[in-house]
């Protein structure tokens, strides 16, 4: 993973890391929206413009990539790249979740 990825994706916003966790299946942007809202009981809800911006910007940075179009809706799935950022994510949050469930810091 270049130094470019790395920046620009970790740490990952909520919306960035909800949408490639929802690509681990194939799904086009309206079905993630509505993933997301049903996983997050309405906490998170997506935009269509930051959907389909953060998907364009996915696809351009090959973390997702195009698999078909579905009645005029496109298909996307996370590629191997995408997996290795979302690992890092998924890492990093557990790192903080264990951290704060350690003792206090004291300053």
Do not use: W
């Amino acid at each position: 993973m270049d130094a470019h990825i790395r920046k620009v994706y970790v740490p990952m916003t909520e919306t960035g890391f909800y949408i490639l966790f929802c690509l681990q299946e194939e799904m086009h942007g309206y079905n993630i929206g509505q993933k997301v809202k049903e996983m997050t009981g309405s906490a998170v809800t997506i935009s269509p413009g930051t959907m389909y911006g953060t998907l364009s910007k996915m696809e351009k940075d090959g973390l997702i990539s195009f698999v078909r179009e579905e009645e005029k809706r496109k298909i996307y799935m996370i590629t191997e790249l995408g997996r290795s950022v979302l690992e890092l994510e998924r890492k990093r949050i557990a790192r903080l979740y264990q951290n704060s469930m350690g003792e206090v810091c004291h300053g």
